[in-house]
């Protein structure tokens, strides 16, 4: 257990250090983040009191854009340069690598959550600053990073790559999204009706049966 | 080895049947069941539309339980049943999404909402056509059968999540079986004509549907080895 857990630490370090020295997907992720914000601003031209409701819809769509950025690049990077041969040759078990990149890619998008969120706030002119949200964003993220991997190893192997990837995973991430935009909405009017806890339920329930199905079959996706 | 090249006696009994039964049922519905008083005769599409909707759950449900089994077994059987339950339960899911539609029109006055029900079927309508755009990037076999499998479950086990996800807000979809409109009349808000037919619409689209998936898996089976003599003849090319 304990060089399982040794294992998953080597590869999140391996990526955060490649990313260091190159700066390849944060950056990309951040830009392309904050041009999907401007795009909807620009495209719903939204009044004061809407852009308060559509906060947590735009916030939320913009970080499930941005993340397929890194969950594509984060199995290319493997997949271009034969790194996954090195990866599975290492006498490791294969989840491992599976949740090192889980833990890689978590991190990117809670970052990007992180500044869009402030810039969000202040070109908007609404307060976004509330723990509850922040704990939403957690949870919500953890579901959508755990099918996104998943999901993002096996599109990347296939003829069309990463071109394929949003079409498996946004229809399979609907009710995380839904729940997620709920939970959010409901925590930053500051009205805590009973149907939050319902969201958050729902919310954690994904999280647990995606990491379920991704420790079940994620070594069938790199069976060779 | 060879699937038998002459057409099973069996399956051509099961296709007559099946067409047998669809062509009874709809006599059924046309002229024994009565017309219902509200809603007039649109009512009518809810036996067909229950009935194809009902089918097409039955294709993704076997296909998920044949895509845990070849993930169990690597057996390619596993991997062309999937694909055949697949392919049977987006047609019959869309048949029923559009008569859905035929009947919301006069009696919601609009020809689609976002009830749960519709929308965790378009959903899994989207979903499963992703699984097919999956299978036509993977050009290996085996490859192709094992991505598609785990794609199918995990498709799949979202579906409920989305179901409840919706459901949370609220519904305006009658339920005739088992609701509390129903709890009335034995479980079921349906006199007894109505009954009779439906049940038997149910029966030929169970029917029609093992002949569909027995023929599709068939064909299935006959493509497989078409590819693989292929393969063998473009070795011995080379060779």
Same mark, same amino acid.
């Not at chain 1, 944060?26 to 009191?49: H, K, R, T, Y």
């Not at chain 2, 085996?142 to 989305?162: C, H, K």
């Given at each position: 257990?304990?060089?399982?857990?040794?294992?998953?630490?080597?590869?999140?370090?391996?990526? $955060?250090?490649?990313?260091?020295?190159?700066?390849?997907?944060?950056?990309?992720?951040?830009?392309?983040?904050?041009?999907?914000?401007?795009?909807?601003?620009?495209?719903?031209?939204?009044?004061?009191?809407?852009?308060?409701?559509?906060?947590?819809?735009?916030?939320?769509?913009?970080?499930?854009?941005?993340?397929?950025?890194?969950?594509?690049?984060?199995?290319?990077?493997?997949?271009?340069?034969?790194?996954?041969?090195?990866?599975?040759?290492?006498?490791?078990?294969?989840?491992?690598?599976?949740?090192?990149?889980?833990?890689?890619?978590?991190?990117?998008?809670?970052?990007?959550?992180?500044?869009?969120?402030?810039?969000?706030?202040?070109?908007?002119?609404?307060?976004? $600053?509330?723990?509850?949200?922040?704990?939403?964003?957690?949870?919500?993220?953890?579901?959508?990073?755990? =099918?996104?991997?998943?999901?993002?190893? $096996?599109?990347?192997?296939?003829? =069309?790559?990463?071109?394929?990837?949003?079409?498996?995973?946004?229809?399979?991430?609907?009710?995380?999204?839904?729940?997620?935009?709920?939970?959010? =909405?409901?925590?930053?009017?500051?009205?805590?009706?009973?149907?939050?806890?319902?969201?958050?339920?729902?919310?954690?329930?994904?999280?647990?049966?995606? $990491?379920?199905?991704?420790?079940?079959?994620?070594?069938?996706?790199?069976?060779? | 080895?060879?699937?038998? *090249?002459?057409?099973?006696?069996?399956?051509?009994?099961?296709?007559?049947?099946?067409?047998?039964?669809?062509?009874?049922?709809?006599?059924?519905?046309?002229?024994?069941?009565?017309?219902?008083?509200?809603?007039?005769? +649109?009512?009518? +599409?809810?036996?067909?539309?229950?009935?194809?909707?009902?089918?097409?759950?039955?294709?993704?449900?076997?296909?998920?339980?044949?895509? +845990?089994?070849?993930? *169990?077994?690597?057996?390619? *059987?596993?991997?062309?049943?999937?694909?055949?339950?697949?392919?049977?339960?987006?047609?019959?899911?869309?048949?029923?999404?559009?008569?859905?539609?035929?009947?919301?029109?006069?009696?919601?006055?609009?020809?689609?909402?976002?009830?749960?029900?519709?929308?965790?079927?378009?959903?899994?309508?989207?979903?499963? %056509?992703?699984?097919?755009?999956?299978?036509?990037?993977?050009?290996?076999?085996?490859?192709?059968?094992?991505? %598609?499998?785990?794609?199918?479950?995990?498709?799949?086990?979202?579906?409920?999540?989305?179901?409840?996800?919706?459901?949370?807000?609220?519904?305006?979809?009658?339920?005739?079986?088992?609701?509390?409109?129903? %709890?009335?009349?034995?479980?079921? %808000?349906?006199?007894?004509?109505?009954?009779?037919?439906?049940?038997?619409?149910?029966?030929?689209?169970?029917?029609?549907?093992?002949?569909?998936?027995?023929?599709?898996?068939?064909?299935?089976?006959?493509?497989?080895?078409?590819?693989?003599?292929?393969?063998?003849?473009?070795?011995?090319?080379?060779?």
């Amino acid at each position: 257990m304990k060089q399982f857990f040794k294992a998953v630490a080597a590869i999140f370090w391996k990526d $955060l250090l490649a990313e260091r020295r190159t700066r390849e997907i944060l950056g990309a992720m951040l830009v392309f983040a904050l041009v999907i914000i401007l795009i909807f601003v620009f495209a719903f031209d939204l009044s004061v009191e809407m852009r308060r409701q559509a906060a947590a819809g735009v916030i939320w769509v913009t970080l499930c854009f941005s993340g397929t950025i890194s969950l594509n690049r984060s199995i290319a990077v493997e997949k271009d340069r034969e790194g996954m041969d090195g990866l599975l040759l290492a006498p490791v078990d294969r989840t491992a690598i599976y949740f090192g990149k889980v833990l890689v890619n978590w991190v990117y998008v809670l970052l990007t959550a992180l500044i869009i969120i402030p810039v969000y706030s202040v070109f908007n002119n609404v307060n976004l $600053l509330s723990p509850g949200f922040f704990g939403v964003v957690l949870l919500g993220s953890l579901g959508y990073i755990l =099918t996104g991997t998943l999901l993002a190893t $096996l599109s990347i192997q296939t003829r =069309t790559r990463d071109m394929l990837l949003p079409i498996l995973l946004f229809p399979v991430v609907i009710p995380l999204l839904l729940a997620a935009v709920r939970a959010s =909405t409901i925590l930053l009017q500051g009205s805590h009706t009973p149907e939050l806890s319902t969201w958050l339920m729902l919310l954690g329930g994904y999280d647990l049966l995606f $990491l379920a199905v991704g420790l079940l079959v994620f070594d069938k996706i790199l069976e060779e | 080895m060879h699937a038998s *090249k002459k057409f099973p006696r069996l399956l051509l009994l099961t296709d007559l049947l099946a067409f047998l039964s669809l062509a009874s049922a709809f006599a059924l519905v046309m002229f024994y069941a009565p017309v219902e008083i509200d809603m007039g005769l +649109v009512q009518k +599409v809810f036996y067909f539309h229950v009935a194809c909707t009902w089918t097409g759950m039955l294709g993704f449900l076997l296909s998920f339980a044949a895509a +845990v089994a070849y993930l *169990k077994t690597g057996n390619v *059987k596993w991997d062309i049943a999937g694909l055949a339950g697949i392919e049977i339960g987006m047609v019959f899911v869309g048949l029923g999404i559009l008569s859905g539609s035929i009947w919301a029109r006069p009696i919601w006055n609009t020809w689609w909402t976002w009830d749960p029900r519709l929308t965790t079927t378009l959903i899994m309508e989207l979903i499963y %056509a992703a699984y097919l755009l999956l299978r036509s990037g993977v050009d290996e076999p085996v490859r192709r059968a094992r991505f %598609a499998a785990i794609y199918a479950i995990v498709g799949f086990v979202s579906v409920p999540l989305t179901f409840l996800s919706i459901r949370i807000f609220r519904t305006i979809h009658p339920v005739i079986v088992g609701g509390s409109e129903a %709890a009335t009349s034995s479980g079921f %808000a349906m006199s007894g004509r109505m009954q009779v037919t439906f049940f038997f619409s149910l029966f030929a689209f169970t029917l029609l549907f093992v002949a569909l998936f027995w023929n599709r898996y068939r064909l299935g089976k006959l493509n497989r080895q078409l590819e693989d003599q292929k393969m063998l003849l473009e070795g011995e090319d080379e060779e």
